[in-house]
């Protein structure tokens, strides 16, 4: 959400975060139907984790999701990035920063 380090992160490397307009304060989940009816350009999702699918592994593989395609891309970003500000940051700004320009680079 807004005033968070993610928040931060996303805005230094040239995202526009989406959570404000989902409605989320800090963090939180955001309903598949609010993501189907109003698709982010660019999804990170965290990576797959052993064992049984988590709630938001089942979300971001729902076929619905798939269906809108070209809507939105997807990125993989590791949630061991979220947790902790440091030197961490310098990874957590490279990958945001690699992601984004995959996404241009896909979808100009």
């Not at 963090?27 to 982010?40: K, M, Q, S, Y």
């Not at 798939?66 to 947790?83: D, E, N, S």
Request: aromatic share 6%.
């Amino acid at each position: 959400g807004p005033r968070t380090l993610l928040d931060e992160m996303l805005t230094r490397t040239g995202f526009d975060n989406m959570a404000a307009r989902y409605g989320l304060r800090t963090w939180g989940n955001v309903p598949l139907e609010r993501l189907i009816a109003d698709p982010p350009q660019l999804l990170l999702a965290g990576e797959a984790a052993p064992g049984p699918p988590t709630w938001a592994e089942r979300v971001v593989s729902h076929p619905a999701l798939k269906a809108i395609g070209p809507r939105m891309r997807r990125a993989v970003f590791p949630q061991r990035l979220l947790y902790c500000g440091g030197p961490v940051l310098l990874e957590t700004a490279a990958v945001l920063a690699d992601a984004r320009r995959k996404a241009l680079e896909a979808h100009p």
